[in-house]
């Protein structure tokens, strides 16, 4: 069974990085599967940042497009986020999330779902 | 990409049933068969209920529901119970190769 966990500091001073690691465990990231990231502002709704394929291609929302990166280091089981000039918007409960994948013949396929959620890390974008 | 549109609340008391609408776009909800639906329960992450429009995970009650006609999809809580008082949010993949997320739905049982 996947588990995930969020890691990362807690506050961010505005125009400086964001970063977020969220820990694998109950199965190999290489193996396959796609990782994502979900935030949510104080008292708002979700918002989809983006995704990673256990390949590395990546796709990410459109409005965070120029400032965000994921990213997945295999040897660690783990896949990261990177958002750039944080301002106070940016301020949020951080979700990673995993999206399942099935073989039929020969031929990987992918569900369209969050199935597994971490517990969310709460970032603050002050001075 | 514009979120998809839910009601901001829907009521009722315990035992009927209630349903959510989420309306996206032909390039969204309308364009594939991949709506998800989650809960949130305050201080909670989301809990997925139903994908693909109406099939349900395994541990999921029967009382879920999901459909979808157009560019609108919809859940539906059958027999409400206390415990189903959360938050709800629809999700579609879009033509884009990403996700969009509804505004949100709070639902009260009276």
């Known amino acids: 069974q996947v588990q995930l966990q969020e890691s990362g500091p807690g506050l961010v001073k505005p125009s400086e990085t964001l970063s977020l690691t969220c820990a694998v465990s109950?199965?190999?990231?290489?193996?396959?599967?796609?990782w994502g990231w979900i935030r949510q502002p104080p008292g708002k709704g979700l918002e989809w940042i983006g995704n990673?394929?256990?390949?590395?291609?990546?796709y990410y929302n459109p409005s965070l497009k120029s400032r965000v990166t994921i990213s997945i280091d295999t040897s660690k089981n783990q896949f990261s986020l990177k958002l750039t000039s944080v301002t106070a918007a940016d301020t949020a409960v951080y979700y990673c999330?995993?999206?399942?994948?099935?073989?039929?013949?020969?031929?990987?396929?992918?569900?369209?779902?969050?199935?597994?959620w971490g517990k969310g890390t709460t970032v603050t974008v002050s001075s | 990409q514009s979120a998809l549109t839910q009601p901001a609340s829907v009521s009722g008391s315990p035992g009927q049933s209630i349903t959510i609408s989420c309306t996206g776009t032909?390039?969204?909800?309308?364009?594939?068969?991949?709506v998800s639906w989650y809960q949130q329960h305050p201080g909670k992450a989301p809990k997925l209920m139903i994908y693909d429009v109406s099939k349900r995970p395994s541990g999921v009650s029967n009382r879920f529901s999901g459909s979808k006609s157009g560019n609108t999809a919809s859940l539906t809580i059958s027999g409400l119970q206390a415990e189903d008082e959360a938050d709800y949010y629809c999700?579609?993949?879009?033509?884009?190769?990403?996700?969009?997320f509804g505004t949100g739905t709070k639902v009260t049982v009276l």
């Open positions: 999330a995993s999206s399942p994948d099935f073989w039929s013949g020969y031929s990987r396929y992918y569900y369209y779902y969050m199935d597994v």
């Open positions: 109950g199965y190999s990231i290489s193996s396959g599967y796609y």
């Open positions: 032909n390039s969204d909800v309308g364009g594939y068969n991949y």
């Open positions: 999700s579609s993949y879009t033509s884009s190769s990403t996700y969009v």
């Open positions: 990673i394929y256990h390949s590395g291609s990546t």
